[in-house]
């Protein structure tokens, strides 16, 4: 079945780091919420609504002749059992309120997994780019391309004063939502994160950790979004969230510059221990694994640790996750199982990089 | 009896947690169930518990309990009423908009840092004459602030280019419509 592909282990584009400042920021989303005429929003439409809906906008999007094609898969949410949904929500593709599957809805996702559309999610219609690194702009010219041939077929819920109309009145006007992941370790160990994060709240953008719930972002992964879409273009909210995401990058690498002068080897200690936590392990839980894997990012981004791909980070918190196990034992785990199989999950990965950077060495 | 987690603090909460069907229980201390998290992507969550909020901020709309108030607003594309709007913190269709306009601007000051109106991108099928009013609502802005701090000669600049504006749009500007 063509949904295959997308459930396998292995790392999509937007796993894989390029380009500057990917030391720290993980990846970079952009998310257009749009509604069509005609139809009421999916908090009040009919079941028949929402065929006609998936219907009109899928046709568009598969449709051969028309500009939109990008070979999208076309995957009817109802129609593919709760595991493989799960899988496409821990790899972002689609979200928990879609993999629900409340009403008729559906994902298209493109080749390269950088584009997904979303049908009937909270809204008729979420187109959703993702960028490795920090690209904001890149990854809004994808989104807003897509979207500006959408509209030439399909007729947008657009309103004069009020912009895009959204089911929640959090997105309306632009309907967009910008983020960037970041990695920072060193602003959490030193407790400035819990500064920043009401600093930046401040000015309509929000940091939140995309893993996990309560004070510590799981593996110290944060987004950093903005809040407002009313008021603002989206030119002027990507050159914000640009300027405060440099910010906080800057920050992140002078904590780190501190942390390894004032501390080098206390540092250095609990990189290899982690290491070796992962490396050796038989049971791993989601929190330890999040952390170690966290600390041996910090360790390759510091040159400390050299034989391991940097990518490990972005790929492994994806791959670590409850559905993928499952989805990649080929059967349901029992939670003291997943420990096992994270555990196995870790040590086969990085026996490979292993193997790699070995066999490099001898060409 | 001792924390499960630390295995330092006596326990002082009890988790339990439904997986598959089987309740597991874990008893930890006050620090260890602070951070008790379980992985769980906060991906397309409300920043908010927007529907609080809004209730919070209207209160008086909350009051449905007593016998229904004479003008309750009500959609007649989705029947929802201002008050489920709130509840939910979600507009029903796109005529909602309309419906409960009277009441947004304070909803949308409220969320959007006083903002409530759309500055973004205009979809090409509304057409330029949307986008040529709004042009000139930005210029007559613009030439207003000119005039006051005395930048008579931009100002002029500005006023040619409302014109021009205006003759388009009086002009065959009518495509896209």
Known sequence: ?363 | MICDKCGERPAAVIVKKNQNGQVFERHLCHVCAAENHSLNIAFEQDPLAIHQLLSNWFPNHQASVSPVKKEETVCDTCGFSFNKFLNLGKFGCANCYDTFSPQLDEVFKRLHNGNTEHRGKIPASYGSTLKIRKEIEELRKQMQTAIEEERFEEAARLRDEVKELNTQLEGGASDGN
């Open chain 1, 1 to 363: 079945m063509a949904i295959d592909r997308f459930l396998q282990h292995k790392a999509s584009s937007w796993m894989t780091n390029t380009g500057e400042n990917t030391d720290i920021a993980m990846s970079t989303r952009i998310r257009l919420a749009r509604n069509l005429n005609d139809f009421r929003f999916p908090y009040a439409f009919s079941e028949d609504e929402a065929l006609k809906v998936d219907k009109a906008i899928s046709s568009v999007l598969l449709d051969q002749g028309s500009d939109v094609n990008q070979n999208f898969t076309h995957i009817d949410i109802q129609n593919i059992p709760q595991l493989q949904r799960e899988v496409l929500v821990e790899k972002h593709l689609i979200s928990p309120n879609l993999a629900r599957g409340q009403h008729p809805g559906s994902v298209l996702l493109s080749e390269n997994e950088e584009l997904s559309i979303m049908i009937n999610e909270e809204d008729h219609l979420r187109i959703q780019s993702l960028q490795s690194g920090f690209h904001l702009q890149e990854a809004y010219q994808a989104a807003n391309q897509l979207d500006s041939l959408l509209e030439k077929h399909l007729s947008y819920a657009f309103h004069e004063k009020y912009g895009y109309m959204t089911s929640c009145p959090t997105n309306t006007g632009t309907g967009m939502r910008a983020s960037v992941m970041l990695h920072l370790p060193a602003l959490t160990m030193s407790h400035q994160i819990t500064r920043i994060i009401p600093a930046i709240s401040r000015i309509g953008m929000v940091v939140r950790g995309i893993y996990g719930e309560g004070s510590e972002a799981l593996g110290n992964v944060y987004q950093v979004s903005n809040q407002l879409t009313l008021g603002k273009s989206e030119y002027d909210i990507l050159r914000e969230l640009q300027n405060i995401t440099e910010q906080i990058i800057e920050q992140e690498r002078r904590a780190r510059d501190i942390l390894l002068s004032n501390s080098p080897m206390m540092l250095e200690d609990r990189i290899y221990r982690s290491l070796g936590i992962l490396t050796y392990s038989r049971l791993l839980s989601t929190e330890e694994a999040a952390k170690c894997l966290s600390d041996v990012r910090l360790g390759i981004d510091l040159k400390m640790i050299e034989d391991i791909d940097m990518s490990i980070l972005n790929e492994l918190m994806i791959f670590m996750q409850p559905a993928f196990l499952q989805q990649y034992s080929q059967k349901p785990l029992q939670p003291n199982e997943r420990d096992f199989a994270r555990a196995k999950l870790f040590r086969e990965r990085l026996k490979e990089e292993k193997a790699n950077s070995e066999g490099e060495d001898f060409r």
